[in-house]
């Protein structure tokens, strides 16, 4: 094994080092990338990229990798003190879009991510979104999906490759210019008062005091999944589920449901029958506790799974180390009592583009590796290492007994070797996610507290800076024995209600605890609210708005607590993109002012619309009916005009469409052979072409029953100015 200490040097400054260290590292990192190479990126500020490469034989090839790359390479000590605007802690997907609307708002930002790459799990294999309504995905969270949609030849996409989210979450990176700052994690923060005013990191993977880094900045952001920047600086927070009786909920705490459950009756013991044989492995000896009661209890863990089909791009999955088939003894036990029809029995199998997955937890037994996770939120590193380690063990052990073991059926076990880990994925990391899905670990009680009221509407946020629509959702607990038989408790899932608005207030610790914080991924929430708002898109819309109330923070010298709100709202509605671009513009059925309806329709509130509501019409032409969709034009500029439709059954084939540019009626037919959804998502934006509209109101689309042979659907109609 070869070991190359390089030193690059980029003499540009502190800006965009990600973007400019390439120069100097990427093309060695490229070098690298068909090899079994791990890159230790030691530091990454002023200039200074310090990597450590260790080099094995390149995959297919016989000669080890000369690295060559460019720039003056010299031994000099990292830097030890940074100060900037604004520190922002946690490369997730939230963190990177935090960082890129604080830069380009003027704003000197480094972003920290204690890992090695940036995104969280939307690059770690959740490429399987969970949206439950697109409507609640805007700026620059919907300019993520568009770029990934961009990538595939669409409009906007919803499932992808753990590879492409990263290179455009890197992207983001390069186009604003700020600072990264991996493989360096948080071990102090330093108050005076109630302000925060530095943070010391150390080297995530070879931590000695000799390479901490302190970070001055005027306003933190906390973009973990684990909060680890808001405990340590004294915040308050809880873990685990409330009472349902701590604020008046219906659906949290202890839940003992039947989604994810073992329905058949199966024996807990190593023995059948004989309790002193012991328990299986994955059983804990607990007490059903009464439905509602609080505990400490997190919902599962779990490592979504990115395999490949194709055969040039697979590698075989083989017996990984600390294989213990006894932790599947429960699965033979659970198919004894249902027999096994395929794969997909046990796995949530969502396929992604070029022949991969998305694979999730199915059933009672599965990917989760149900109360095996409960030290992980307070848990010191070594305790997190050990625990991911065990979720990895246990996952990679899964696939390989599914596929080996001669208690599996041999139909399954072929089913299942016609998968394997994708060469080209997760290169640096064995071609595995270096993401585990931290589902929920610690949650701020902030200035206010999310609940599941404001999930069903029954109260609304008046301060609300994004939306989430997902269903109220939590995976199981604990696996336990209940009347003799093993069952999973913790499972919940709530859908059914509409978009709702997420309370700024929700995203600021209480003003006497910090001051100059903001926590957009562990916000203050219950565990079932969380359950809701937990999503990756809502998570950089919330970090998006964080970024503007920072800004804002620093420009009137005031608390987080004291930002205009409404003024971020102004913001991300004129400058969605937080790049003064003119804003596309959104005309739902919901807006009053801007739809002329002639005719009755129904309004529907199902999930499959855009929004709260749309509209249908299911009397096939018999009475003319129509919605007129009038947006408001301020910019003189060619727009592609897009139609939402959402799929839903007996629908006409034909939707019939007029489109007025203020000069001349373009009529357009619809096929809905041509909405193709992928996703979970129940509708897609449909092209009606391309139109030079002229600022004010005379333009229109509008959308008819003519000539329908089923039901019409009148929901939402976008138009997007040309760039």
Known sequence: MKKLLLIGICFIGFASIVANSSNVVLPLIEQLSESRANINLYSHLNGIA?????????VGKTKNINAVTTGVCMDLPAAKTEEVDICIYGGTSAGVIAAYTAKKMGKSVILIEPGRHLGGMSSGGLGFTDIGNKYVVTGLARDFYRRIGAHYGKFEQWIFEPKVAEEIFNDYVKRAGFNVLFANRLIKVKKEGNLIKEITLQNSYNPTDATNI???AKVFMDCTYEGDMMARSGVSYTVGRESNSLYGESVNGVQFM??????????PYKISGDPKSGLLWGINDHTLEPNGTGNKKVQSYNFRITLTNVPANRIPITKPKNYDPQKYQLLLRLKEKEPWKSIEDVFIWSLMPNGKTDINNRGGFSTDMIGMNWEYPDGDYTTRSRIIQQYED?????????GNDPHIPEFIRTEMKQWGYPKDEYTDNGNWSPQLYVREARRMVGELV????YCLGKTKATDGVGLA???MDSHNCDRLIVNGHVKNEGNVEVH???PYAISYSALIPKQEEAANLLVPVCLSASHIAYGSIRMEPVFMVLAQSSAIAACQAIDKNVPVQQVDVKEIQNILKSDPLSDGSTPEILVDNEDSDLVNITGDWKEETSREGYGPTYLKDGTKEITPKSIRFNPMIIKNTTYQVYVYLPKILNSSTKTHVSIYDGETVTEKVVDMSDLLVEGQTFGEWLPLGRYNLKPGNK?????SNKNADGATVADAVLFVPDK
């Not at 246990?394 to 007994?401: A, E, P, Q, R, S």
């Not at 333009?699 to 959308?703: D, G, M, P, Q």
């Open 496 to 498: 059914g209600f509409p």
């Open 469 to 471: 629509a997902y269903g």
């Open 394 to 402: 246990y996952t990679k052990g899964l696939l390989y007994f599914v």
């Open 50 to 58: 310090k990597y450590e490469i260790n080099v094995d034989r390149p």
């Open 258 to 267: 039947q989604g994810h459950q073992f329905v058949a009756a199966i024996d």
């Open 214 to 216: 302190i970070v001055r």
């Open 450 to 453: 999310m609940t599941e009221h």
């Open 699 to 703: 333009a229109y689309v509008e959308i």
